[in-house]
């Protein structure tokens, strides 16, 4: 029996959708599903505060005085030239933060201070409510959602360990399947970082069935390179995008938008 020119189109377009049927999600983080100015106006500052008294504490030029200290262990990866004093790697620190550097020692070093924020409860975690609800909702046994951000993994977990929801702090980090970060699939802008992930979460010959979401348009166009589908999330406060530069992309301002 002959199949009809009409059903093996019908039969072609339903494998194409199925083919790009979303059932992962990458999140980026800062500007994304979190207020851009979570990070660069409590976060940064908090860590610049503390830097000091963290510092202080140690002898320097800086030498390993336990291989328990992750501090040291972290610091030690410095140029030797920048531990010669508390000053001097104060300095180099804080430039690399004025300056947004997402250089891994201070992500590392961030992550740590940022721990003892969070258990003090000095710091929670602003998410989006329609990030949240998504977040909750999304994962099931044949989806899953991952984090990608510049932040190091150590700094994900926290911040999704410590969600403001109605004033208490919430771990939503049980509902992640994984995480991602610049030492681990590398950065942001290079399509390659996104084909890494892909291969780490075994989803190179279905890469139309991850969507990346990110309010950076040149990490967009790196994740669409590397086969992937992104949106453009527009957020209060982030950086306007010109619109020829949005011409072609999908923009949304909601998770609540995500065709799933």
């Known amino acids: 029996m002959t199949t009809s020119p009409i059903k093996k189109l019908d039969s072609i377009h339903s494998d194409l959708k199925n083919q790009s049927k979303i059932d992962t999600i990458i999140l ?4 994304t599903i979190c207020p851009i100015t979570f990070v660069k106006d409590k976060l940064f ?3 610049i505060n503390k830097l000091p008294t963290i510092l202080e504490k140690y002898n320097y030029p ?3 005085i336990s291989d328990k200290d992750p501090i040291i262990n972290v610091l ?4 030797s030239n920048i531990t010669i004093s508390e000053t001097t790697i104060y300095n180099y620190l804080k430039n690399l933060v004025d300056n947004d550097i997402k250089d891994p020692v201070l992500k590392s070093l961030q992550g740590l ?3 003892q924020g969070y258990k003090s409860g000095e710091l929670k975690s602003p998410i989006y409510k329609d990030s949240i609800e998504f977040i909750e909702k999304f994962p099931s046994t044949t989806k899953k ?10 700094a994900q977990k926290l911040l999704f360990g410590h969600v403001d929801v109605n004033g208490k702090s919430t771990n939503l980090n049980k509902y992640l399947s994984g ?5 681990t699939a590398g950065y942001k802008n290079e399509y390659t970082s996104y084909t890494k992930i892909l291969r780490e979460i075994n989803k190179l010959d279905q890469s139309q069935s991850v969507l990346f979401l990110s309010d950076n348009i040149n990490e967009v166009k790196a994740a669409i390179k590397a086969g992937m589908q992104s949106y453009i999330v527009i957020r209060p406060g982030n950086a306007p995008i010109p619109i020829e530069e949005k011409n ?3 923009t949304i301002t909601s998770l609540y938008e995500v065709d799933i």
């Open 28 to 31: 980026d983080i800062e500007g």
């Open 45 to 47: 500052p908090y860590f």
């Open 62 to 64: 800086l030498n390993s």
């Open 76 to 79: 030690e990866n410095l140029p």
């Open 113 to 115: 201070i940022w721990d």
């Open 145 to 154: 959602i991952y984090l990608y951000s510049s932040g190091s993994i150590n």
């Open 179 to 183: 995480y991602f970060d610049i030492t």
């Open 248 to 250: 072609g992309y999908r």
